[in-house]
């Protein structure tokens, strides 16, 4: 369990705490993010339940408490009129280019070890006035990088040059903040499914290999169907999300006002990440499908080039088969039988005749080399 105060000046870790040590209600102008594992919070629900009747008047409901436990949940997004909770999925495996146990050792030719199986692990976030739950899985490598780079923030004036790297103003915005970690993640991975699926599309078409990768293939496709499924389920709870901060009023204080405008900016900047990815899933997928058509044509050509050239040399050696039959057949009398000089005439009689043929068909270009 990790407990941060912030406020707009700094942000500073909380003592280590469990959940029956819980720390006391944060300071008026501050706000608490406090994130869990799934364990700690199945272990420690009553006195957390607890904690938050004190600090917000409220408890998680039954419902939302078996959804942010369950690990099979797909990205969604629900409110109450006390908090919101929003569920998304995040990458459970290392970010591109790290090495991990599956994917250390290079295995190209047996299919990419990015799209055979895209592992997600379900991140829930509950958002209150004063405070921001977090629900993540034993890999809490998202909320730590999210965390250091709060404790690390210097604060600035206001400035929207500088938005970006300031801290947050409410749990709103530090929950879109760790939304915006999660889904750059699935960016970061879209420049190795190009270079992987680059690299089955150059063997699909080379027509001097013969590809049977079949299988990772299959399997490519249904890991990009999967990813694209993923980022559907993320689309809707965002836009649900936003959907929600449009239906508000419009607060009439400047401060208020303009806090409310950059949690619509950051949130629609996440959805546009979101959305960006899902475009790019599906322009691969499309790709793939073109590759195996590609594949099959090309195949095809080549198989139409051999059938036209062995056509040709069956047109050629039709005549010459017949000359053979005619001084083959048992009659007594046949012209040129029993010439001296009979065999070298119908010699050279089949050699024109085979080079006249050869030379009006590459004339026609049917021996013509097709280029892939």
Known sequence: MRVLDINSVQARELPPCSAHTLPEPPAPGHFYWLSVTRAELHEGLPPLQTWL??????????????DLLNEHLPSHYDATSAYDVLVLRRLASAPPGEATPETAAPALRSGPPVLRHID???????VFERLLLTVHPEDGSVRDAVAERLMTADAQPLDVRAVSSRLPASPA?????VANQIVDGYLALRRE????????????IDPKTRFTNWGALMQARQGLHHLDEICEDQQ????????????????DEAGARRDHELLLV???????????????????????????????????HRTNDIMRVLTVLTAVFLPLNLIAGIFGMNFEFIPLVHAADGFWVALVAMVLI????????????YLARTTH
Do not use: C, Y
């Open 173 to 177: 915005d530090l929950m879109l903040r």
């Open 193 to 204: 499914l190009t270079r992987q699926l680059d690299h089955w599309q150059a063997e699909l």
């Open 266 to 300: 950051r949130s629609r900047d996440v959805l546009e990440h979101i959305e960006r990815v899902v475009r790019h899933v599906r322009r691969l997928e499309q790709n793939a499908e073109l590759a195996v058509q590609l594949h099959f044509n090309v195949q095809s």
């Open 354 to 365: 085979a080079a006249a043929l050869v030379v009006v068909f590459w004339r026609k270009r």
């Open 53 to 66: 009747q004190a600090l917000t008047g409220v408890r998680l409901v039954d419902l939302h408490v078996s």
């Open 120 to 126: 997600t692990r379900p991140v829930g976030f509950v």
């Open 236 to 251: 809707t709870a965002v836009q649900d999300w936003i959907d929600t901060l449009e239906a508000l009023p419009v607060p």
